[in-house]
């Protein structure tokens, strides 16, 4: 079994080659950001020093469950700057939907709602302790940001969801945003 560390690195280096560099590592997404599971596993091992087992184990005990292994292909569960397309179907999202961001990011988020930024879709959780997490990665004073996706989806707004519960939409306007209490530091 692979330390949590190492778990943390392999865990860290697949998620930036499937999201962001595939070509790094001599890998070609399909269309929907699949590659083949060997492709992948050979990729992982010139760089580290694991068994199939401590993969394995990386993959299917991901806290933030960010890989889909599905037969012999694996896959980004989202947040890709490159071109994929997931082919998530529509989805009704709660009435509540919450994104953890920092203080001085709300600042601008007033004014322009939320937006994807390089990836492809704004992304959201389902709850406010993800969301607290989420706002955990980055610096300075944290806040939790409600947002109205029944609204939003009643007035004509997409969403998604992966398959570890992320919600994604293209745009969250700012009429949709209050912050909520629960901010830390």
Do not use: C
Not at 120 to 131: K, R
Not at 158 to 177: A, C, E, I, K, R
């Amino acid at each position: 079994m692979a330390s949590a560390s190492l778990q943390t690195e392999i865990s860290k280096f697949m998620s930036y080659v499937l999201r962001h560099a595939p070509h790094e590592v001599g890998l070609t997404l399909d269309p929907e950001g699949w590659v083949p599971f060997e492709d992948l596993k050979k990729a992982v091992f010139t760089r580290f020093d694991v068994t199939d087992a401590d993969l394995l184990e990386v993959i299917e005990t991901n806290p933030k469950k960010r890989f889909t292994l599905m037969g012999d292909r694996i896959r980004a569960a989202q947040g890709h700057s490159v071109n994929v397309d997931l082919a998530l179907a529509p989805a009704t999202p709660p009435s509540q939907l919450f994104h953890g961001t920092t203080m001085e990011s709300w600042t601008v988020i007033q004014n322009a709602g939320l937006k994807k930024m390089q990836r492809h879709h704004v992304h959201l959780s389902a709850d406010t302790e993800t969301a607290k997490i989420v706002a955990a990665r980055r610096k300075g004073v944290h806040i939790i940001l409600e947002v109205e996706a029944a609204r939003m989806h009643s007035e004509g707004h997409s969403f998604f969801v992966t398959d570890n519960g992320v919600w994604l939409t293209d745009h969250v306007p700012s009429q949709y945003l209050s912050p909520i209490s629960g901010a830390e530091s």
